[in-house]
């Protein structure tokens, strides 16, 4: 049995080779967009359904309660708060000042979250879009606090997760749950329509214990310029704003990133990751050992029992 220090490298053939020897390019998307079986009705129409499949993403406003967005806010505060949490070491804190920026694992270690992770208006529509049991790859609050809340550069979640966590194909998507106002001044999530077609190949060798640097700054596993160029003069840049309670759906693959915030006013959201069960992740893509079970799940893949909403 080799040990966790020791890259075991994947020996599987790679779909979607990036990093290392690879070149800055488009690749082209290998995998269905929607795996739904659409012969019968799902928890989003037609055209909702087409939207996604068109551009990557959907933005649905006003699904939660006022009552339920308040019980988020105060757990986002609680959180934010929690001693025991900041000492965990599981904690990213903001570059250049010790303010929290993401707190991981939240569909476990927060009560709250975990009945909002398996709420079906989430797992439900995860589980119809992906046309399987669905597990969390990996849950977050992401803070992006007033005055110098930093940026979240340009990047395909999948190819971060395909490269160093080992997720095989782009069967997962992203769910934000605004938990504050994301105005268009306070850095909301821009995505870059259509992009989630192609598969941006990136360049240089992955850090050891990149996680340690990329959730805070991500300077690997990040477009060229030229390709980012590509992908906004062929789809543009929509930025997700939207009230406390909407939620942004996100294929794996679509192009996103975040400004900086130097408003008053913080930016925060919820994330749920929903992976496929099929889509397991395997052993990483590049020659770094499997990142921690906080950020990717891998020893607890725990298909997720959905509840009705608000259940
Ligand atoms: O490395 C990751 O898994 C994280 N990085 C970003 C910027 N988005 C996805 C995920 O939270
Ligand atoms: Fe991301």
């Given at each position: 049995?080799?040990?966790?220090?020791?890259?075991?490298?994947?020996?599987q053939?790679?779909?979607?080779?990036?990093?290392g020897?690879?070149?800055?390019?488009?690749?082209?998307?290998l995998?269905?967009?929607?795996y739904?079986?659409?012969?019968?009705?799902?928890?989003?129409?037609?055209?909702?359904?087409?939207?996604?499949?068109?551009?990557?993403?959907?933005?649905?406003?006003?699904?939660?309660?006022?009552?339920?967005?308040?019980?988020?806010?105060?757990?986002?505060?609680?959180?934010?708060?929690?001693?025991?949490?900041?000492?965990?070491?599981?904690?990213?804190?903001?570059?250049?000042?010790?303010?929290?920026?993401?707190?991981?694992?939240?569909?476990?270690?927060?009560?709250?979250?975990?009945?909002?992770?398996?709420?079906?208006?989430?797992?439900?529509?995860?589980?119809?879009?992906?046309?399987?049991?669905?597990?969390?790859?990996q849950?977050?609050?992401?803070?992006?606090?007033?005055?110098?809340?930093?940026?979240?550069?340009?990047?395909?979640?999948?190819?971060?997760?395909?490269?160093?966590d080992?997720?095989?194909?782009?069967?997962?998507?992203?769910?934000?749950?605004?938990?504050?106002?994301?105005?268009?001044?306070?850095?909301?999530?821009?995505?870059?329509?259509?992009?989630?077609?192609?598969?941006?190949?990136?360049?240089?060798?992955t850090?050891?214990?990149?996680?340690?640097?990329?959730?805070?700054?991500?300077?690997?596993?990040?477009?060229?310029?030229?390709?980012?160029?590509?992908?906004?003069?062929?789809?543009?840049?929509?930025?997700?704003?939207g009230?406390?309670?909407?939620?942004?759906?996100?294929?794996?693959?679509?192009?996103?990133?975040?400004?900086?915030?130097?408003?008053?006013?913080?930016?925060?959201?919820?994330?749920?990751?929903?992976?496929?069960?099929?889509?397991?992740?395997v052993a990483?893509?590049?020659?770094?050992?499997?990142?921690?079970?906080?950020?990717?799940?891998r020893?607890?893949?725990?298909?997720?029992?959905?509840?009705?909403?608000?259940?």
């Amino acid at each position: 049995m080799k040990s966790a220090n020791v890259p075991v490298m994947n020996t599987q053939q790679d779909r979607y080779p990036s990093r290392g020897a690879s070149k800055a390019q488009l690749g082209k998307r290998l995998d269905p967009v929607i795996y739904a079986d659409e012969t019968g009705s799902g928890p989003i129409g037609q055209d909702l359904l087409r939207q996604y499949e068109e551009n990557g993403f959907l933005v649905l406003d006003a699904v939660f309660s006022e009552q339920e967005i308040r019980s988020f806010q105060q757990e986002l505060e609680q959180l934010k708060g929690d001693e025991q949490i900041a000492a965990s070491g599981e904690t990213i804190t903001e570059p250049g000042n010790g303010e929290i920026r993401s707190i991981f694992r939240i569909h476990q270690i927060s009560t709250v979250f975990k009945k909002l992770a398996s709420d079906s208006r989430l797992a439900g529509l995860a589980q119809y879009l992906l046309n399987d049991q669905v597990y969390i790859h990996q849950s977050r609050l992401n803070y992006k606090p007033g005055f110098r809340g930093k940026e979240f550069y340009w990047h395909s979640d999948f190819e971060t997760w395909h490269v160093e966590d080992g997720m095989p194909a782009m069967r997962a998507l992203s769910m934000s749950i605004t938990l504050t106002e994301n105005h268009d001044t306070n850095g909301p999530l821009m995505l870059i329509p259509g992009s989630h077609q192609y598969y941006v190949v990136c360049e240089g060798e992955t850090p050891k214990n990149h996680f340690k640097s990329s959730l805070r700054k991500q300077e690997y596993g990040v477009p060229s310029d030229h390709c980012l160029s590509q992908l906004t003069d062929q789809g543009g840049i929509v930025t997700a704003t939207g009230k406390p309670g909407s939620v942004v759906v996100f294929d794996c693959n679509t192009m996103h990133g975040s400004n900086g915030n130097i408003t008053p006013y913080p930016r925060s959201n919820a994330f749920f990751v929903y992976n496929a069960i099929s889509n397991r992740v395997v052993a990483p893509f590049c020659d770094q050992p499997p990142r921690p079970e906080y950020i990717c799940a891998r020893e607890t893949i725990d298909p997720v029992i959905v509840a009705a909403r608000g259940g």
